[in-house]
């Protein structure tokens, strides 16, 4: 546990004798360890969330990244956390990690439990999707240039290759048809680009009691490109809990698009729409390749990756076949 | 045999969920410990005919391929060297024979359908807790 480095940080930024108790791993978020924690000095009293990375990843991102995107979206009014510290070189957290301010009562959602936001699941939806696309209408400025990297349709893809190349433990023959296929057709971008959370699904924002939107979390795969990407992502069948026909287990897919639409001020692209399913579905395979060689190399022993190496990942392998003989019929 | 492998897969899930998870309650360690045997139930359920289903494809797959699995080598290596000579000829296909292609992909549509796993449902609510 990490509370005596937590009370030496906490300690330093308000200027005073902290107390830390409380602290409390989040199960899940294979991507990084995730404390909550209150910190307390004098009358003050604030729980927090620390995350930092473990000693195996389901990807490889950089907590600088993570940290501006947060603090990009917190400060344009998109529901999120509020940046507290950046630890970019691990000295303070033991690894590289930052801390942020807990949602109060929010709770995150299994993606694969059919029916998990209830009686308000289209009321959620829209909201989350004008979200995105409060985020797709944001400019990028000078910091985000400087901060978060510019990935196209093209760049995205190498980027996903060379992960699958680099973990691949046996022959992925759906996997590189699929390469091949996508690299035939790269699409024209779909508008100018945007800030893209790289990572947004059902799992990774909080909803309150009555599954209404908190916040919007897991920000470490931002970058600069095309929103397509997130819309692709997010409307993946995996995310669906299983509810075919409702896109992240909330509304229907034309629901979303046009409440993306309003929000954004872009069009969605349907020319592109086939290819980004299909980028989408090998994302999916590189992040589950990724998890399998960490656990068989015994990086970890963390379920969440062994179950990555395995429910997730041979969804998105029979979806890619299926996807393939689409595209190309 | 007492018990097939799936069986005692069930079974090991079926222990950690009664003699484990008490123990650990809702700690990141009795989460994880639920995780587990969700994954053993999920690797469990329909194995025995995914295995099934796994012979008869690789068979099929052997004479698409005109190749077979050699006989002193394991299952595992077999099939590896099996799809690595798949994803060669698909590759080859696409360009220069698209009714090969086509089979082949539908070969690889079953295939991975058949490796295709379900989660588990959760177990049904306790209706007597549900009514007090």
Redesign the interface.
């Given at each position: 546990m990490p509370e005596a480095r937590l009370t030496a940080l906490m300690s330093r930024l308000w200027g005073a004798d902290v107390a830390i108790d409380g602290i409390d791993r989040f199960h899940g978020g294979a991507a990084r360890e995730t404390y909550r924690f209150r910190a307390s000095a004098g009358g003050r009293s604030e729980w927090l969330v620390m995350r930092r990375d473990p000693s195996a990843s389901l990807i490889d991102t950089s907590r600088e990244v993570e940290f501006h995107a947060i603090g990009r979206a917190h400060a344009a009014g998109l529901p999120v956390p509020r940046p507290v510290h950046l630890d970019a070189s691990g000295v303070d957290l033991g690894s590289p990690g930052f801390v942020m301010t807990e949602i109060a009562g929010g709770r995150a959602c299994n993606p694969f439990e059919p029916g998990a936001y209830g009686a308000n699941a289209a009321i959620t939806g829209v909201a989350l999707f004008t979200a995105l696309g409060q985020l797709h209408a944001l400019e990028p400025d000078a910091a985000d240039r400087a901060t978060l990297p510019f990935m196209d349709a093209a760049g995205r893809l190498a980027h996903w290759k060379a992960e699958i190349d680099r973990h691949r433990l046996r022959p992925e023959p759906a996997a590189d048809a699929a390469w091949r296929w996508l690299v035939a057709n790269i699409p024209a971008p779909s508008g100018p680009p945007t800030l893209v959370h790289g990572d947004f699904r059902s799992g990774n924002f909080l909803v309150d009691a009555d599954n209404r939107l908190l916040a919007i979390l897991d920000w470490e795969m931002a970058h600069l490109g095309d929103p397509m990407e997130d819309l692709a992502w997010v409307t993946d069948p995996l995310w669906g809990h299983q509810m075919p026909g409702v896109v992240a287990g909330t509304c229907t897919r034309e629901a979303a698009i046009a409440a993306w639409e309003a929000a954004s001020g872009r069009q969605f692209d349907a020319r592109s729409r086939g290819w980004w399913q299909l980028f989408s579905t090998y994302q999916g395979l590189a992040i589950w390749i990724t998890s399998a060689f960490e656990v068989a190399m015994q990086k970890t022993a963390d379920p969440t990756m062994i179950f990555a190496s395995l429910y997730p990942y041979r969804a998105h392998n029979l979806q890619a076949v299926e996807l393939l003989k689409e595209l190309r019929a | 045999m007492s018990l097939s492998n799936s069986e005692a897969l069930g079974c090991f899930a079926m222990a950690q969920g009664v003699m484990v998870l008490p123990a650990l309650g809702d700690s990141?360690a009795g989460?994880?410990a639920a995780?587990?045997a969700?994954?053993m139930l999920?690797?469990a359920d329909g194995e025995d005919i995914r295995q099934t289903r796994r012979i008869a494809l690789r068979a099929e797959l052997e004479g698409l391929l005109g190749q077979t699995a050699a006989a002193d080598e394991g299952w595992q290596a077999g099939t590896?060297r099996l799809?690595?000579a798949?994803?060669a000829e698909?590759?080859r296909a696409?360009a220069a024979d698209p009714a090969c292609a086509?089979q082949l992909?539908?070969w690889?549509?079953r295939w991975?359908?058949n490796?295709?796993?379900t989660?588990p449902a959760?177990p049904p609510a306790d209706t007597d807790a549900a009514a007090a």
């Open positions: - | 990141y989460k994880s995780t587990l969700g994954l999920m690797l590896d799809m690595a798949l994803g698909l590759a696409e086509a992909l539908d690889l549509l991975t359908g490796e295709r796993l989660i959760p």
